[in-house]
């Protein structure tokens, strides 16, 4: 039988396994939003690069987002 320790020590690690995934979803949905409102649509190569985006700092991420054309951004990858 597991103690409470234990048990709390698995609750805490499982919090933040789904706050981390939580976070990631948000972030990957906030890429999403921003594509689309830049470029109107997103296509497969602009979906290809979301895992890069999510790479960069958030700042980093919006300001390349904003300002790059769509070549440059694909050139991220």
Same mark, same amino acid.
């Given at each position: 039988m597991k103690?409470?320790?234990? !048990? +709390?020590?698995?609750? =805490? @690690?499982e919090m933040?396994?789904?706050?981390?995934?939580?976070?990631?979803?948000?972030? &990957?949905?906030?890429?999403?939003?921003?594509?689309?409102?830049?470029?109107?649509? !997103? +296509?497969?190569?602009? =979906? @290809?690069?979301?895992?890069?985006?999510?790479?960069?700092?958030?700042?980093q991420r919006? &300001?390349?987002?904003?300002?790059?054309?769509?070549?440059?951004?694909?050139?991220?990858?």
């Amino acid at each position: 039988m597991k103690t409470m320790q234990e !048990i +709390d020590t698995l609750y =805490e @690690a499982e919090m933040s396994r789904v706050r981390s995934a939580g976070r990631e979803e948000a972030d &990957r949905a906030n890429i999403l939003g921003m594509l689309i409102a830049r470029f109107g649509a !997103i +296509d497969p190569e602009l =979906e @290809a690069l979301i895992p890069t985006l999510m790479d960069l700092d958030p700042v980093q991420r919006a &300001r390349s987002i904003i300002t790059l054309s769509r070549a440059a951004l694909l050139e991220l990858q």
